[in-house]
């Protein structure tokens, strides 16, 4: 067994992001594993989208041609579990998303693989595969090794790694699988676009986000007008968007988006609890106002204060009106 296969996502025909991601890592560790680079597109509209993952490092695209592009991990089970035994690859990436996860797990059991999921670093120890995935509400940051396994399955975390920019010069090879025996098993019933949102954490590089601190939903306009005027996107903690003050895409942690990109974090009355932390505590500089000197953010804080957030929000409504 060697080689890298890469499941690229797609979401109603369109490619989704996190395809040429893992495209990315696997590129950072191709040399190590050894092998070619194989990308598996799955799809009414495989082939188009064979296009879109051509990039510099992959050696070989397989297309699976399906009825429709409407997702099922049925189906994506088979065919990985196909591919996975026709190509012998060591390691296959898919994201970790709501697709990859409903399929990942299955796939892992049936080849009887290493697996691993949201892991965010991927390296090689000598010719050894380590993935990095956090623990205990991501108190700790584990490294995984997967000796004796031969192959390993990982799911790795979106808006992660970086997609290759330059275009490659991979072979394309349509392979045929069999799905007769998954007739009848489920029925696609609806598609059901997410409402759109222009908010996009993952890619916001500079982030004003407000917590229960600001007590009322009032209060709301007064942040989202400072976070306009600074040019920060929007962000919040959990209770914001459970109270239906915010809508989800908002939402900053653990069940929300990881600030991925984020370079500038501005906590306003957000207490640091893990799950909070979990998708920002690893930005540059984080600035956390909050009147309780012992609330965790400032574990965390690059710069905080412990004055209240409407004082400063006064004073920099002042200087910014
Ligand atoms: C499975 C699971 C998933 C979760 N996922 C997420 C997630 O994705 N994101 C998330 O955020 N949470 C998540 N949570 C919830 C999380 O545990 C916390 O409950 C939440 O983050 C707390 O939000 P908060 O900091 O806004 O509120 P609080 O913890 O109530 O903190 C409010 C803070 O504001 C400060 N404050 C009050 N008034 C002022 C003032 N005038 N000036 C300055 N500071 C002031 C207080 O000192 C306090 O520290 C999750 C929980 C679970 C169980």
Partial sequence: MSGILVVAEQLDGELCDVSGELIGAANAIKTGVGGPLQVLVIGKTAKDLAAKVNLDGVDEILTVQTESDHFDPLVYEEIICKAGSDARPSVILIGHTASGLAYGAAVSAR??????????????????????????????????????????????????????????????????????????????????????????????DFI?????????????????????????????????????????????????????????????????????????????????????PGAPIFNVATYGTTVDLFELTDALERHFN
């Avoid at 623990?135 to 799911?155: D, H, P, Q, R």
């Fill in 111 to 204: 080849l009887g693989s290493g697996f691993a999921s949201d892991v965010f670093i991927l390296s090689m120890d000598g010719d050894e595969l380590v993935a990095t995935r956090s623990a205990y509400g991501n108190k700790l940051e584990m490294e995984l090794g997967f000796s004796g396994k031969g192959v390993v399955l990982l799911t790795l975390r979106g808006a992660t790694f970086v997609p290759p920019e330059t275009e490659g010069s991979a072979k394309i090879t349509p392979v045929e699988v069999d799905l007769a025996a998954l007739e009848g098993l489920s029925t696609h019933v609806e598609y059901q676009e997410a409402p759109p949102s222009d908010i996009d954490i993952a890619k916001a």
């Fill in 208 to 292: 004003l986000s407000v917590g229960r601190g600001i007590q009322d939903k009032d209060n709301l306009p007064r942040f989202s007008s400072l976070a306009n005027k600074l040019g920060a996107t929007f962000g919040c903690s959990r209770p914001i968007v459970d109270s239906g003050w915010l809508p989800k895409p908002h939402q900053v942690g653990q069940s929300g988006k990881v600030a991925s990109n984020c370079q500038l974090y501005f906590a306003l009355g957000i207490s640091g609890a893990v799950q909070h932390l979990f998708g920002m505590k690893h930005v540059d500089t984080i600035i956390a106002v909050n009147t309780d």
